[in-house]
């Protein structure tokens, strides 16, 4: 548990509270309906198509280290995210800041690569290359019908927690919480399995979603759970089932996937779930329960242990 509470993965959000709340009462209309918590904000139309919008940033020490990777996985983020959100990325902007010129080639042939495995086109960007600092920040924007759009926050009670995956995969070699099934693939096979989130949500199964991120499992569903101002219980030995072989199950719970989401399901949903997913080659991994108790617990065996308590305050990530 204390492994759980300390991973940076994790611990780095508990500052979003703060920041989500006042930027919602001091900015220029920041209660939007779906922006601040959501992995994409949605920008209404005149029609029934709204546009997703998205950021994300990669940590300097991994645009120093594996600065390819790094652009690669500014592309990965974003799209992550569109999809989570049951839309289709249609462009993506960067921002670029570095001051080796041979980092700065590296970033850009990493987002020329990811651009390319999913299909986004590369529209905008600004670039510093005689800067002090080095990262990569990356938007996109993607389109998803009004009646198919997901939200992080619809959670309901008595839904099912499931985890979907690739888990045709490796760990990652430039960030080892990782869970990468993205390397060495087709364009057309990470295109097969991004879309079934957009079956997903086009058969209105889903009562919530959310992309693994670098928080794990455990970290993204706290933050689903209090963003739907649910609860919930994981059960550990559901995690450990459909663990991939090689990887611990200490890693497996902090690990970002990246083609990976976590979602709730009404249990009437499930055979739908499952059927849609085998089509597309995910695994469908059912893992905990939404309750109304805000709390998340975690179970093993017989034993529960609490390790959110939404009641007693904002955690995470705050409706």
């Excluded at 989500?20 to 209309?29: A, D, G, P, T, Y």
């Excluded at 950021?55 to 990777?69: G, R």
């Excluded at 490796?170 to 990470?190: A, C, F, H, I, P």
């Excluded at 611990?248 to 055979?271: C, E, N, Q, Y």
Aim: proline share 3%; net charge negative.
């Amino acid at each position: 548990m204390a492994r759980l509470l300390d991973f940076d993965g994790i611990s780095r959000k508990y500052v979003l509270p703060s920041i989500i709340r006042r930027l919602r009462l001091e900015s220029f209309h920041g209660d939007h309906a779906h922006g601040l918590g959501e992995d994409s904000a949605a920008i209404g139309t005149e029609s029934n198509e709204v546009i997703l919008l998205t950021t994300d940033a990669i940590v300097e020490e991994l645009c120093l280290e594996h600065p390819q990777a790094a652009g690669f996985n500014a592309v990965l983020a974003n799209v992550m995210d569109i999809y989570a959100a049951g839309g289709v990325p249609t462009s993506f902007a960067v921002a670029l800041s570095y001051s080796d010129k041979d980092i700065g080639e590296h970033l850009l042939q990493g987002l020329i690569d990811g651009s390319h495995a999913f299909q986004v086109p590369i529209v905008r960007g600004h670039t510093n290359p005689i800067a002090t600092s080095t990262f990569v920040v990356g938007s996109a924007t993607g389109t998803v019908q009004r009646t198919n759009m997901l939200t992080a926050g619809g959670a309901q009670t008595g839904d099912l927690l499931v985890l979907l995956f690739d888990k045709t995969g490796q760990r990652g070699s430039s960030y080892n919480l990782g869970w990468d099934s993205v390397t060495g693939r087709e364009s057309t096979t990470l295109m097969e399995r991004l879309s079934v989130m957009n079956d997903l949500a086009a058969n209105q199964l889903l009562s919530a979603a959310k992309d693994v991120s670098v928080a794990g499992i455990i970290g993204t569903a706290g933050m689903l759970l209090e963003y739907s101002e649910k609860g919930g219980i994981i059960s550990l030995d559901a995690v450990d089932k459909d663990r991939p072989d090689d990887v611990p199950m200490r890693d497996w719970l902090r690990m970002f996937i990246s083609l990976g989401f976590l979602v709730s399901t009404a249990k009437a949903h499930l055979g739908q779930v499952h059927e849609i997913a085998k089509a597309h080659g995910v695994t469908v991994s059912e893992i905990g329960e939404v309750n109304d108790t805000k709390e998340l617990k975690l179970r093993l065996g017989s034993e529960e242990k609490m390790i959110f308590d939404y009641s007693q305050g904002p955690i995470l990530t705050p409706r």
